[in-house]
């Protein structure tokens, strides 16, 4: 994600300085115009706006408030912007934090995946003073689309978390529904057309099924990040004492996925859970009248 985010600042025309732990990903920005820079304090140094994009809140915590970390670099009036995807109450502590250094800090994660990202069309959802958030929609226009104030510190993680719930559980969803049409010996090429044209159609069911017909795993969005994002969910409906019955259940799901060795593969491997439930896949499955018995299946993981 960070990547295409990188290159679409740059095409906009800011000034970039970037510290990465991968020195090749620094040198191909340097190469297109960044400054690298040695730590996260140093690019801070060099910056007014700061933006971290890291895989879970422990991450994001060192980087911004660790050892040689932004808050050391960062000047009185600097904006420091997570896009992450983090824990609520984790954000709050890290604006906090900032605070007490005369630092503003925004959580600002992103929708989209990858191709947004690359497309600069991201959906971002941003939590903190509504006066920070004014002065940074510039940034955020280079990278999104849908571009939304949420309230305060922590509501952009928030509402992350809600359209990852709502993710989830429409991913199950396409899941079922094609468990459903394969059993009973539906040509699934069909079916995906005319449901993806109906009311049951989604970003997940156009983007996903076919992918989990065509057996295709790789990743656009991992198991094990949606995995921790779920993870945060539950604990966030714990804090809240709300039940998220569902999102449990899909939460165990990709465990079994993981379980079978597809924690690095993308969100459409969950299809490999139910198939191991059913006995039965979905891929290679085309119309049969009602009297000829099922094909036989590959039930493997």
Not at 103 to 120: H, I, M, N, Q
Not at 165 to 176: D, F, G, K, S, T
Not at 180 to 206: Q, R, T, Y
Request: with cysteine; glycine share 10%.
């Amino acid at each position: 994600m960070g990547r295409p985010m990188v290159r679409n600042l740059l095409k906009a025309g800011h000034k970039v300085t970037i510290y990465g732990r991968r020195k090749s990903v620094v040198d191909e920005f340097v190469a297109a115009g960044a400054f690298a820079a040695g730590s996260p304090c140093e690019a801070a140094q060099a910056s007014d706006v700061v933006i971290t994009m890291l895989p879970d809140s422990p991450d994001v915590k060192q980087v911004v408030a660790g050892e040689g970390g932004v808050l050391r670099g960062a000047r009185p009036g600097t904006v420091v912007v997570d896009m992450s995807t983090i824990s609520p109450s984790v954000a709050r502590d890290i604006f906090g934090l900032a605070a007490a250094k005369g630092v503003d800090f925004l959580d600002a994660p992103v929708s989209g995946g990858e191709t947004g990202a690359v497309a600069g069309t991201l959906s971002i959802m941003v939590g903190g003073k509504q006066e920070v958030y004014e002065k940074c929609v510039p940034v955020f226009q280079a990278l999104g689309k849908n571009v939304t104030y949420m309230g305060e510190s922590g509501a952009g993680q928030m509402t992350k978390l809600c359209n990852q719930v709502i993710c989830a559980l429409n991913i199950q969803a396409v899941c079922e529904g094609l468990m459903l049409g394969a059993k009973a010996g539906l040509d699934m090429e069909k079916l995906l057309s005319v449901v993806s044209a109906g009311a049951a159609g989604s970003w997940m069911l156009s983007s996903l099924a076919p992918k989990m017909l065509a057996r295709d795993f790789e990743p656009g969005f991992k198991v094990r990040l949606q995995q921790k994002d779920l993870r945060l969910a539950l604990a966030a409906a714990e804090e809240l004492k709300l039940p998220l019955p569902a999102a449990r259940l899909v939460h165990q799901l990709f465990r079994a996925v993981e379980a079978a060795g597809m924690g690095e593969k993308g969100t459409q491997a969950l299809i490999a859970a139910l198939e191991k439930l059913a006995e039965s896949t979905v891929s290679g499955a085309a119309r049969r009248d009602a009297h000829e018995s099922p094909p036989e299946t590959d039930s493997s993981c």
